[in-house]
């Protein structure tokens, strides 16, 4: 069935979708996936305000995966997109395939042991070394290691970089200027701060340059080399602050030269791909490739399993493929037939956070100016209706993407509509893009 479905994916209609997910990411993927003629219905779960415009929202947990099960039977489901990490490291996508009732049904994962590059960073780490992938030096412990993991501190040099081992919702990377206090963090994080998750603690040699986001999209034997991007972890302005989910994404980026990117897909995209394979662990979906450029040299800081939050709101702009036939090519193993073109434009994303976030922040703030922003789209993030009018419902509210033939007009079209929308504490900002981009 599925080699006829392949067979069919060019001239295919009224394929039906479900995005698993409800962030900005997913609203962009809505976004993208809309543009498909081959689309058929379009379905988010749990989805969001932005997504709700482009089709139907289904308000269930990512984690329900027997819900998930109904849901792609009564809907007649064709394509599943996993977008979020935590459905994905905890097995929707061998849930899903290896149900008998759904095997026609075309799923874009990866599975659990794919994951493991983003669930487990002590496994991604020891299969970069495996497979002579460059990354930071680094040696994993355990809670009953805890004077070996101080001495390994010692033979490391300030600053100091402890990762808990498990998923901990992007906050269980800690990083210490003095020894001292990276012995205090690695006590905390040996005491449970972030529940199973610091287990196993990994220490790492800290890398210093600049940071890049790359992604591919592949069946575990070919892939594409998505658009890459820079993302603004910090919440600060000048890179200050404490780290967020990302405050905004630019894309191109400047210091990607082809040359580069060589480096890029021979040291780090192909031992990669070809290292899932040699341990027979199958993939089919993104890998995001977190990177550190040291003196022109790519060294990976960290896998994620997915696309990220907010770069897919600059990548997927910059996409001229029809989106819905590259992920059904890769569902299929088909990835071997996908040639990616990219659109010779800039975007980028600004994101509009609630006051306070990542610390505590209030929600339920009354959003305007939404419909005043021509210029740019607009994904939602973290925010709920409520009758007519939308609120604010999370610390990343909204990302507002602007698209041009440079970065100035992309960055232009960002701000206009960043400065345009209001909702109280409204906070972005200001910097995006402009250290790779300084104004002329
Ligand atoms: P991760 O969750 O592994 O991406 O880490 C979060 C952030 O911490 C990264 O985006 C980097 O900014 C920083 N980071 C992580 N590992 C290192 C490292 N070895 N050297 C320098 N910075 C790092
Ligand atoms: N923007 C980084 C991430 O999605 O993890």
């Not at 459905?87 to 599975?111: A, E, Q, W």
Request: glycine share 12%; proline share 5%; charged share 20%.
């Amino acid at each position: 069935m599925i080699a006829t479905f392949v067979a069919n994916i060019y001239k295919m209609s009224g394929v039906n979708v479900l995005i698993i997910g409800s962030g900005g990411r997913e609203h962009a993927l809505a976004w993208k996936l809309s543009q498909s003629p081959k689309l058929g219905k379009l379905f988010a779960l749990p989805g969001n305000p932005g997504t709700a415009r482009l089709g139907e929202n289904i308000p269930l947990s990512v984690l329900d995966f027997e819900g998930i099960r109904t849901v792609v039977l009564e809907k007649n489901i064709n394509l599943v997109v996993i977008g979020p990490e935590e459905p994905l490291v905890k097995g929707l996508y061998n849930f899903l395939t290896g149900d008998l009732g759904l095997r026609n049904v075309l799923v874009v994962g990866p599975g659990r042991e794919g994951a493991m590059l983003e669930g487990s960073k002590n496994f991604a780490k020891a299969f970069m070394q495996r497979h002579g992938i460059p990354t930071a030096r680094y040696r994993a412990f355990t809670r009953d290691e805890y004077s070996e993991a101080k001495k390994f501190l010692g033979t490391l040099s300030s600053p100091y970089v402890l990762k808990a081992d498990g998923l901990a919702a992007g906050k269980g990377v800690v990083i210490q200027a003095s020894y001292e206090d990276a012995c205090a963090s690695l006590g905390e994080f040996f005491s449970g701060k972030f529940g199973d998750a610091g287990n196993v603690v990994v220490i790492e040699e800290y890398l210093r340059g600049v940071e890049l986001s790359v992604f591919v999209l592949t069946d575990g034997k070919s892939y594409v080399i998505l658009p890459e991007a820079k993302d603004y972890k910090r919440v600060g302005a000048g890179d200050t602050g404490p780290n967020t989910g990302g405050m905004g994404a630019v894309s191109p980026v400047p210091f990607a030269t082809p040359e580069f990117m060589k480096k890029v897909e021979e040291t780090i995209v192909k031992p990669t791909i070809s290292g899932l394979a040699s341990e027979g662990i199958p993939y089919c979906g993104f890998i995001f490739f977190g990177l550190m450029n040291v003196v022109g040299n790519p060294f990976v800081v960290e896998y994620n399993a997915r696309l990220g939050d907010p770069e897919t709101q600059v990548v997927l702009p910059r996409i001229k493929n029809d989106m819905l036939e590259l992920l059904m090519l890769c569902a299929a193993g088909k990835m071997n037939e996908a040639e990616l073109v990219v659109a010779p434009q800039f975007a980028a994303t600004v994101i509009l956070a609630s006051g306070g976030y990542p610390g505590s922040y209030e929600k339920g703030k009354a959003i305007s100016g939404l419909e005043a922003s021509a210029n740019a789209i607009i994904f939602h993030a973290g925010t709920t209706s409520s009758g007519s009018m939308t609120l604010t419902a999370g610390g990343r509210v909204l990302a507002c993407t602007g698209t041009g033939e440079s970065m100035e007009d992309a960055l232009a079209s960002s701000y206009c509509a960043a400065n345009a929308i209001t909702f109280e504490s409204k906070y972005f900002r200001s910097d995006i893009g402009m250290d790779v981009y300084p104004k002329s």
